[in-house]
């Protein structure tokens, strides 16, 4: 018997920061009775929002890590992943997408759609989770959510269409009108939890009426029984209605809007019905799997809970337990004591306690059947992982990794807090791929290594907190990298004489740049004039060059090694000299195939109020950013540009007090492009003088 | 350099014989015409391309799209017009020439002289942007009156700039014997430059309307819609 999964939805809140999800997280919780109060975001009741559950994130407002957790609604079972909306933690979004199945897009009704909207929604493109857009913050002065979507239009592309009116505004914001239902809805009780449905008001009937054309004119694009019932004139019924939208959402093709106010109580609940009626269930989502017997190619999961397992870790938090491992599962059933392996390992383990998450407190339960999302405790594996059922040789596409483009150097403060340092640095950089450590050897630093300031301080922060980690920082340091621009011959011998046998290997060829990988090493050596065995210690010889470049030694990407031709030694050559030949060989040519350096440029988008945008393009300017464009949205103003990394700490500082506190900027990397003379020249004496204080 | 040789000769207004390299003289004003959809914007976006080539600064104001959406019609006209072209040369090419190109976008209702004119100061103030040519589209002519043109064309003389236009026409409005339609008349008068897109089938043919050399060639020429340039 086919196990029915109609009943679940997997989705996730995402939006800009501030619109408000946590709240609404919170609202949710609370009417679908998970929690019994209500708690606000900032903690101002010392409680703070349930979703929320490390203290740094109730301290910041903000939310870091997607806690998971499952509620009931209307006989649906929704588990939902809390999504952090600061760009330094993208990975995490993209993680928790990777998962879902549809998703609520959060905008505030007053900032409408934001650049951190416009990255989230990309996002969600990429990952193609379907979406509902729900219009928050109604009771703010300066709400207009019809606004809003027409920005979801223009600026998103989003066939959007209102699902609801809103009753009032600003302050005034009573309650909704349900355009499918055509019924006025009100929220009434302590915390909005009474639902009174009523006849709309009739000042409010005509733009009701339009609205409700509107809806009906664009849902009927995706059903055949709706555009019949209109040319027929019958009467249309809110399913009827709602199987048309539900179509063109799950094929991206509509974005149904609800709207209200989660802080004030309003609009929650029809926003929870909307999710039931309109997202997919696990099985209407395609997920591929790829099957690593052949070759990689992708097959398509089909949901099943009877088939093999095929669930992803998507999550791995530390708890007071040990390792607790978000997974879900895309086929068969994880249940307690059945054996799964990890695929990247071959290392087979056997499942112990199985439970389902509400934020940071559980419940556990006997298995997760496909389409579930939950954790396991006491697996030992890292964020990303497949675990499949002991015969299969399956992996979920592997995700999109960013290399770190800014770094730290971190020094703890006595033993204790080196201990604890090392464990939280485990932890972290199995949590999160973006997130690296390693010691630099020369310095005997602890460098750690991110997406960008705010990233780096909040492990930081972190590492004090959770680990008691007291850890003193350096100033940041941008990743650079140098790369060659022209091609350079080389020929070198190494040769060594010092008792005992000798080393000697000799390596001709020739250094040039690729653009397209970081480092490629061809053979052209025909009739033996180095033996084959040591042409891996050649590339070895190469490849190790590459980490460290000899002028500026940042590390080198982008060139290609080409040898073809060598001497050797009966008795003198080795792996070994054959190495150092080829190091030899590289440091010989390198400085010939006029190197340069490149530095990370990132998307920098400011919105300002648009009196502020002279200044601000100033900003931009004095740093080195070329500014692509500015877009005019009437009193606020969007100006894009790409800025060097290496110009942007301290930005925030500078952006506040030339614009009042009233800009605001979202930052991501972009490219990495050459470094002008000048600065390259500064990088070379901050080199120098580096070396100088760690000699 | 290839790329810009390539696009220099195949340059539809040079082949169709306006007179110099730049075709609009300082504070002249000059625009395409054509239906919906023909490739208004994609010509003038080349037309533009060609003066970042030759780092000639170019401001593209667009009243419909937003600044990423003008940035791609750039990206993929460029990668078009440089397919030949090694992928390393491409892109450094690509992101010097990016430094003569500015994208301002306003709401159509929005948009006013002043306002542009605010805008500009700030970024010539600060030596951020001067540009050369001013690329205005997405204005609507039968809506927008003379006193917006003639506000536009002092603009153009003050900041010794030259202002390109889209114009587009409508199907339903059958054009003079010039080529020109009467929703446009009001205002042919103040351009010194005028071009026609037309398409038949997959088509796309230039013909110039006004600003052409005496003597120059007057039949229409066919181009290749993908990069706006003269079919090879």
Same mark, same amino acid.
């Not at chain 1, 004591?337 to 199985?354: A, H, L």
């Not at chain 2, 919906?36 to 003038?44: F, Y």
């Given at each position: 018997m086919k196990f029915d999964d109609q009943k679940i939805r997997n989705i996730g809140i995402s939006a800009?920061?501030? /619109?408000g999800k946590t709240t609404l997280s919170e609202r949710i919780l609370y009417y679908t009775k998970r929690i019994h109060a209500i708690h606000d975001v900032k903690g101002k009741d010392g409680v703070g929002a349930t979703m929320d559950s490390m203290d740094l994130e109730k301290e910041r407002g903000i939310t870091i890590a997607s806690a998971a957790t499952y509620c009931e609604w209307k006989n649906h079972e929704i588990n939902i992943i809390d999504t952090p909306g600061h760009v330094d933690f993208t990975i995490e979004v993209e993680r928790s997408l990777r998962v879902l199945d549809g998703a609520i897009l959060v905008l505030c009704s007053v900032g409408g759609v934001q650049s951190q909207s416009i990255t989230v929604d990309q996002q969600m493109k990429r990952y193609k989770v379907p979406c509902i857009a729900f219009i928050n913050k109604c009771d703010r002065s300066g709400a207009n959510p019809f606004r809003v979507i027409e920005q979801l239009r223009t600026k998103l592309g989003h066939n959007a269409v209102a699902m609801q009116i809103p009753?009032?505004? &600003?302050? /005034?914001? &009573?309650g909704v009108v349900d355009l499918a239902a055509m019924k006025a809805l009100y929220f009434d009780g302590d915390s909005g939890e009474d639902i009174r449905v009523e006849d709309i008001p009739p000042e409010l009937l005509a733009e009701a009426a339009a609205k409700r054309e509107e809806l009906i004119d664009r849902a009927s694009l995706f059903s055949d029984e709706l555009t019949e019932a209109i040319l027929e004139e019958k009467e249309i019924t809110p399913e009827l209605l709602y199987a048309a939208v539900r179509k063109g959402t799950l094929k991206r093709e509509i974005t149904p809007v609800y709207m209200g106010s989660a802080y004030k109580n309003k609009g929650v609940q029809p926003l929870l019905d909307g999710v039931t009626y309109l997202l997919p269930a696990p099985s209407e989502v395609e997920n591929v799997a790829l099957d690593m017997n052949h070759n990689e190619e992708p097959v398509v999961l089909t949901s099943d809970p009877e088939k093999p397992i095929i669930a992803l870790a998507f999550k791995l938090e530390d708890g007071q337990y040990g390792q607790l491992t978000y997974i879900r599962v895309y086929e068969g059933t994880v249940e307690k004591g059945s054996t799964i392996v990890n695929v990247r390992n071959g290392k087979k383990v056997k499942v112990g306690r199985v439970v389902r998450m509400h934020a940071d407190q559980m419940e556990d339960v006997d298995s997760l059947k496909a389409g579930y999302i939950g954790a396991l405790f006491g697996i030992e594996c890292s964020s990303g992982d497949t675990f499949v059922s002991p015969g299969l040789n399956m992996t979920m596409t592997s995700m999109y990794v960013p290399k770190p483009v800014i770094s730290l150097a971190i020094v703890p403060k006595d033993n204790k807090a080196q201990m604890a340092m090392s464990k939280a640095l485990n932890r972290f950089s199995k949590e999160d791929p973006t997130f690296k450590s390693h010691v630099d050897h020369e310095t005997n630093e602890t460098i750690i290594e991110g997406m960008g300031e705010l990233h780096l301080d909040i492990y930081v922060e972190r590492m004090k907190r959770e680990y008691n980690a007291e850890v003193t920082t350096g100033n940041p340091r941008v990743a650079y990298r140098e790369t060659i621009t022209q091609r350079a011959d080389f020929n070198y011998t190494h040769k060594k004489q010092t008792g005992g046998s000798g080393q000697f290997g000799r390596i001709a060829g020739y250094i040039e740049p690729i653009s397209d990988a970081e480092f490629v090493f061809e053979n052209k050596i025909f009739g033996g004039a180095i033996p084959t065995q040591y042409i891996p210690a050649c590339e070895k010889g190469f490849k190790q060059s590459m980490a460290k470049g000899p002028k500026l030694e940042f590390p080198i990407t982008g060139v290609k090694v080409v040898i073809n031709d060598g001497a050797f030694h009966a008795v003198d050559s080795s792996d070994m000299a054959f190495q150092a030949a080829a190091r030899g060989a590289f440091k010989e040519a390198y400085l010939r195939a006029k190197p340069v350096v490149h530095e990370p440029i990132m998307k920098v988008v400011v919105e300002t109020p648009t009196e502020f945008q002279g200044s601000v393009m100033g900003l931009l300017n004095q740093r080195r950013g070329m500014i692509i464009g500015s877009q005019d949205e009437g009193v606020m103003c969007v100006i894009e540009a790409q800025v060097p990394l290496g110009e942007m700490f301290g930005f925030s500082t500078i952006l506040r007090s030339s614009t009042q506190g009233k800009a605001q900027f979202t930052m991501e990397f972009a490219l990495y492009r050459q470094v002008p003379q000048s600065i390259a020249e500064k990088i070379a004496l901050e080199v120098a003088q580096n070396k100088k204080t760690a000699a | 350099m290839m790329i810009k040789k390539e696009i220099i000769s195949r340059n539809p207004l040079l082949n169709l014989g306006f007179e110099n390299e730049y075709i609009l003289q300082s504070g002249g004003l000059g625009a395409v015409l054509a239906h919906a959809g023909v490739g208004k914007t994609a010509l003038l976006v080349q037309m533009a391309l060609h003066a970042m080539m030759n780092e000639q600064p170019v401001l593209h104001v667009s009243l419909n799209d937003a600044v990423s959406k003008v940035d791609i019609w750039y990206r993929e006209l460029f990668h078009d017009m440089a397919s030949k072209n090694d992928s390393a040369e491409i892109t450094e090419y690509w992101e010097n020439i990016l430094n003569y190109r500015f994208i301002m976008t306003f709401r159509v209702e929005g948009f006013s002289v002043p306002k542009l004119e605010e805008r500009l100061t700030d970024l010539m103030q600060q030596n951020i942007f001067k540009p050369y040519a001013v690329i205005l589209d997405g204005l609507k002519f039968d809506e927008s009156g003379r006193g917006l043109l003639l506000e536009l064309k002092e603009l153009a003389k003050k900041y010794a700039m030259r202002i390109w236009f889209t114009v587009h026409t409508h199907r339903h409005e059958p054009p003079r014997e010039d080529g020109l339609p009467f929703s446009f008349l009001h205002v042919a008068d103040l351009f010194d430059v005028l071009v026609q897109l037309s398409s038949e089938g997959p088509e796309v043919y230039i013909k110039a309307?006004?600003?052409?050399?005496?003597?120059?060639?007057k039949d229409a020429l066919l181009l290749d819609p993908a990069t706006m340039l003269i079919k090879a």
């Amino acid at each position: 018997m086919k196990f029915d999964d109609q009943k679940i939805r997997n989705i996730g809140i995402s939006a800009h920061i501030d /619109s408000g999800k946590t709240t609404l997280s919170e609202r949710i919780l609370y009417y679908t009775k998970r929690i019994h109060a209500i708690h606000d975001v900032k903690g101002k009741d010392g409680v703070g929002a349930t979703m929320d559950s490390m203290d740094l994130e109730k301290e910041r407002g903000i939310t870091i890590a997607s806690a998971a957790t499952y509620c009931e609604w209307k006989n649906h079972e929704i588990n939902i992943i809390d999504t952090p909306g600061h760009v330094d933690f993208t990975i995490e979004v993209e993680r928790s997408l990777r998962v879902l199945d549809g998703a609520i897009l959060v905008l505030c009704s007053v900032g409408g759609v934001q650049s951190q909207s416009i990255t989230v929604d990309q996002q969600m493109k990429r990952y193609k989770v379907p979406c509902i857009a729900f219009i928050n913050k109604c009771d703010r002065s300066g709400a207009n959510p019809f606004r809003v979507i027409e920005q979801l239009r223009t600026k998103l592309g989003h066939n959007a269409v209102a699902m609801q009116i809103p009753i009032g505004l &600003e302050t /005034s914001l &009573e309650g909704v009108v349900d355009l499918a239902a055509m019924k006025a809805l009100y929220f009434d009780g302590d915390s909005g939890e009474d639902i009174r449905v009523e006849d709309i008001p009739p000042e409010l009937l005509a733009e009701a009426a339009a609205k409700r054309e509107e809806l009906i004119d664009r849902a009927s694009l995706f059903s055949d029984e709706l555009t019949e019932a209109i040319l027929e004139e019958k009467e249309i019924t809110p399913e009827l209605l709602y199987a048309a939208v539900r179509k063109g959402t799950l094929k991206r093709e509509i974005t149904p809007v609800y709207m209200g106010s989660a802080y004030k109580n309003k609009g929650v609940q029809p926003l929870l019905d909307g999710v039931t009626y309109l997202l997919p269930a696990p099985s209407e989502v395609e997920n591929v799997a790829l099957d690593m017997n052949h070759n990689e190619e992708p097959v398509v999961l089909t949901s099943d809970p009877e088939k093999p397992i095929i669930a992803l870790a998507f999550k791995l938090e530390d708890g007071q337990y040990g390792q607790l491992t978000y997974i879900r599962v895309y086929e068969g059933t994880v249940e307690k004591g059945s054996t799964i392996v990890n695929v990247r390992n071959g290392k087979k383990v056997k499942v112990g306690r199985v439970v389902r998450m509400h934020a940071d407190q559980m419940e556990d339960v006997d298995s997760l059947k496909a389409g579930y999302i939950g954790a396991l405790f006491g697996i030992e594996c890292s964020s990303g992982d497949t675990f499949v059922s002991p015969g299969l040789n399956m992996t979920m596409t592997s995700m999109y990794v960013p290399k770190p483009v800014i770094s730290l150097a971190i020094v703890p403060k006595d033993n204790k807090a080196q201990m604890a340092m090392s464990k939280a640095l485990n932890r972290f950089s199995k949590e999160d791929p973006t997130f690296k450590s390693h010691v630099d050897h020369e310095t005997n630093e602890t460098i750690i290594e991110g997406m960008g300031e705010l990233h780096l301080d909040i492990y930081v922060e972190r590492m004090k907190r959770e680990y008691n980690a007291e850890v003193t920082t350096g100033n940041p340091r941008v990743a650079y990298r140098e790369t060659i621009t022209q091609r350079a011959d080389f020929n070198y011998t190494h040769k060594k004489q010092t008792g005992g046998s000798g080393q000697f290997g000799r390596i001709a060829g020739y250094i040039e740049p690729i653009s397209d990988a970081e480092f490629v090493f061809e053979n052209k050596i025909f009739g033996g004039a180095i033996p084959t065995q040591y042409i891996p210690a050649c590339e070895k010889g190469f490849k190790q060059s590459m980490a460290k470049g000899p002028k500026l030694e940042f590390p080198i990407t982008g060139v290609k090694v080409v040898i073809n031709d060598g001497a050797f030694h009966a008795v003198d050559s080795s792996d070994m000299a054959f190495q150092a030949a080829a190091r030899g060989a590289f440091k010989e040519a390198y400085l010939r195939a006029k190197p340069v350096v490149h530095e990370p440029i990132m998307k920098v988008v400011v919105e300002t109020p648009t009196e502020f945008q002279g200044s601000v393009m100033g900003l931009l300017n004095q740093r080195r950013g070329m500014i692509i464009g500015s877009q005019d949205e009437g009193v606020m103003c969007v100006i894009e540009a790409q800025v060097p990394l290496g110009e942007m700490f301290g930005f925030s500082t500078i952006l506040r007090s030339s614009t009042q506190g009233k800009a605001q900027f979202t930052m991501e990397f972009a490219l990495y492009r050459q470094v002008p003379q000048s600065i390259a020249e500064k990088i070379a004496l901050e080199v120098a003088q580096n070396k100088k204080t760690a000699a | 350099m290839m790329i810009k040789k390539e696009i220099i000769s195949r340059n539809p207004l040079l082949n169709l014989g306006f007179e110099n390299e730049y075709i609009l003289q300082s504070g002249g004003l000059g625009a395409v015409l054509a239906h919906a959809g023909v490739g208004k914007t994609a010509l003038l976006v080349q037309m533009a391309l060609h003066a970042m080539m030759n780092e000639q600064p170019v401001l593209h104001v667009s009243l419909n799209d937003a600044v990423s959406k003008v940035d791609i019609w750039y990206r993929e006209l460029f990668h078009d017009m440089a397919s030949k072209n090694d992928s390393a040369e491409i892109t450094e090419y690509w992101e010097n020439i990016l430094n003569y190109r500015f994208i301002m976008t306003f709401r159509v209702e929005g948009f006013s002289v002043p306002k542009l004119e605010e805008r500009l100061t700030d970024l010539m103030q600060q030596n951020i942007f001067k540009p050369y040519a001013v690329i205005l589209d997405g204005l609507k002519f039968d809506e927008s009156g003379r006193g917006l043109l003639l506000e536009l064309k002092e603009l153009a003389k003050k900041y010794a700039m030259r202002i390109w236009f889209t114009v587009h026409t409508h199907r339903h409005e059958p054009p003079r014997e010039d080529g020109l339609p009467f929703s446009f008349l009001h205002v042919a008068d103040l351009f010194d430059v005028l071009v026609q897109l037309s398409s038949e089938g997959p088509e796309v043919y230039i013909k110039a309307l006004k600003g052409q050399s005496p003597g120059a060639k007057k039949d229409a020429l066919l181009l290749d819609p993908a990069t706006m340039l003269i079919k090879a």
